[in-house]
């Protein structure tokens, strides 16, 4: 807990885009295929990228949060490696924040994506990121990262620490409304029939 009394200190992070790592105080998490069961529309496409992948993780995120409290902010790197899934793209799990009218923002590194979002009351939108990109996700805004491109998709980010997360809220609703499949110019967006919307 950050008072008067006994401040955070200062932290000096660094983005290290060519080996796609945050350093500094850091904590890393990392998403492998096997832990995205339920992501994508198509079952046996998954099945099939099960059975032909590595092992290694599909995405990481290294985070930062150096105090706690009201105004502590987490800062974190989003790694996601590129791929398909059937004609969906490679993709985050996705989330709300627990305390939903909290915002968050994405800074584009490398690589070339779009961030799909959702809000509560029904709207849609898939928002292209790549370097030098800042995408502002307002509170109420379900939100996740799609790798568009051939490279890792790196993004920087940074949200306040107490607005926490609700990871399961898009499995709960059959996914979100809209997908971001494969097209000849490369990308497009598609209703996503299973999705039944995000309830009360």
Known sequence: MCDAAHPA???ALDVDALRARLTGPT???EKH?????GLYRDADAYASALDAHDGSPVYWVDSSVVEHGDGALTIGLSVLRPGRVG?????TRGHLHARSEFAEMYYGIAGSGVMLLDSLTGESRAVPIGPGTV???????????VNVGDEVLQTLFCYATDAGQDYGIIERAGGMSTL???????WTTRDNPDHGGYGA
């Open 9 to 11: 200190e200062p932290a």
């Open 27 to 29: 904590e890393r998490y």
């Open 33 to 37: 295929l096997t832990d995205l069961a």
């Open 87 to 91: 004609e969906e793209f490679a993709m």
């Open 135 to 145: 995408v502002h996700v307002p509170g109420g805004w379900v939100h996740r990262s």
């Open 180 to 186: 971001v499949v494969a097209s000849d110019a490369g």
